[in-house]
């Protein structure tokens, strides 16, 4: 009878309360937007899953490991937990990722057209004005941000899901969760996002404009400019050479034609593989002491501002360009400037063929998304030599 | 204006500051790179006529094989 109730004081019955219980709640609505609504499901599911497992009570599944007095190991610790602390605390798992996304990365249409740099730039805007928003909440006694909280929070706006592991890992480990799944949720949800703002900051005519043909690029050029960024970076910015670095490695791994295999590892493989551990891992911070306050509401709403603050400055910075260039520029690729590669430039695209069946901007809208990954990287770098 | 807003309107200023001067040299890095790659001299072709080829090269292979196989039939 005593083991029967020692069995039943270790069940989940006994265990399990209300704050774990609505994490996986949370955990199931995560895997549900991935499997029925195809919302990032690559990303979502591991989440979702991870959530669920940390949350089960008496698993021990995020358990720290215990040692005696003489450093010997009493109990090893919980996978979640060895997963997290190797590959998230330490900032692995996302500089791989962002190895790998440089690897997939196609630098042509940015090259054929460099002032397309400058949309990424302005969409930016949508990470300093989350930053601006965030402590205006602190101040007004909403909610308890500090500025590295509100830094990581801003980085939502820069699309870019490794970049804001990456720096929510480095400023607010325990806003991480919630900073992840806005990040994720809302790239995901760029296409119902994004168009509402475009129709509204652009005229028929301006969506009707149709770009010059871009030029080709030779592969010289593509060899040499992740070599170009990396020096630039080390000369103006060194606090984002982890994640440019890796970025321009997988992308010369790309274009120097020469190391396929690796380069395929980067873009398939070893990608893939990350990708599983790094949904599990930030899964495994969705503790309901960390998820179920008014904080991840903030930092839910507050992303959500992010991304359409960076819309509109991209928009209105590819609005501005096209008063001054020679060459006419639509202004909806400058919404592609959040990064999102590569939704956001097909919603540039499928809007332009709305107002005109015959243009086609896809191609124009891949400079200004992939100068969006550089500009988040950049913004991101600022943010950890700033307050790192 | 309390002092978190101070420091949040600084950090955005250096930030929006740093983000386009960075991307604005690297506008001009990049066109400078490109003019004299197209200048230098043995400017390699851009890849994709080679797969246009492959392309007649397979079609030339079925044809072949289609009218080899209409020969054996066809006896």
Wanted: glycine share 12%; with cysteine; aromatic share 8%.
């Amino acid at each position: 009878m005593d083991k029967l109730n020692l069995l039943l004081s270790q069940s989940g019955f006994a265990n399990l309360t209300i704050g774990p219980l609505s994490m996986i709640v949370v955990g199931l609505v995560l895997i549900f937007l991935a499997i029925r609504k195809g919302f990032e499901p690559l990303l979502l599911l591991p989440i979702g899953f991870g959530a669920i497992l940390v949350n089960i009570p008496e698993a021990g599944m995020y358990a720290a490991p215990v040692y005696d007095a003489q450093g010997h190991l009493v109990a090893a610790g919980g996978l979640l937990y060895y997963v997290y602390h190797i590959g998230i605390e330490s900032g692995v798992f996302p500089l791989l990722i962002f190895m790998g996304v440089g690897a997939m990365t196609d630098f042509g249409p940015m090259l054929a057209n460099p002032k397309t740099l400058f949309l990424g730039a302005a969409a930016q805007f949508g990470i300093f004005g989350t930053i601006i928003g965030a402590v205006w909440m602190s101040s007004m006694g909403w909610m308890d941000f500090s500025l590295t909280d509100a830094a990581a929070i801003g980085i939502i706006g820069g699309a870019d899901g490794p970049t804001s592991i990456f720096i929510a890992s480095r400023l607010a480990p325990e806003l991480l969760g919630a900073i992840a799944v806005a990040a994720y949720s809302y790239m995901a949800l760029v296409p119902l996002i994004q168009p509402p703002i475009m129709r509204l900051l652009t005229t028929k005519k301006e969506r009707a404009i149709t770009m010059t043909q871009l030029r080709v690029v030779s592969k010289r050029e593509k060899i040499i400019f992740p070599l170009l960024v990396l020096v630039l970076v080390a000369l103006f910015l060194p606090s984002a050479t982890p994640l440019l670095g890796m970025f321009c490695f997988g992308n010369l791994m790309r274009e120097s034609g020469v190391v396929d295999r690796l380069s395929d590892t980067a873009q398939n493989a070893l990608m893939n593989t990350v990708t599983i551990f790094l949904g599990l891992a930030v899964g495994s911070k969705l503790s309901a002491e960390a998820f179920l306050n008014v904080e991840t509401l903030g930092i839910l709403l507050l992303g959500l501002g992010a991304f359409c603050v960076g819309t509109m400055t991209g928009l209105l910075m590819a609005k501005l360009m096209n008063i001054f260039s020679k060459t006419p520029i639509n202004p909806l690729i400058g919404s592609a400037g959040v990064s999102a590669v590569p939704m956001a430039a097909r919603v540039s695209n499928k809007v332009g063929l709305e107002a005109n069946n015959q243009n086609f901007l896809l191609m124009h809208a891949m400079g200004p998304n992939v100068a969006g990954v550089i500009g988040s990287a950049v913004a991101a770098g600022v943010l950890l030599a700033y307050l790192g | 204006m309390s002092n978190l807003m101070m420091n949040g309107l600084e950090l955005m200023l250096l930030g929006m500051g740093t983000v386009f001067v960075f991307l604005t040299v690297l506008v001009i890095g990049t066109f400078v790179m490109s003019r004299l790659i197209m200048l230098a001299p043995g400017n390699p072709e851009p890849e994709s006529k080679r797969a246009g080829r492959s392309g007649r090269d397979d079609l030339s292979e079925v044809a072949a094989v289609a009218a080899a196989v209409k020969a054996v039939h066809g006896r």
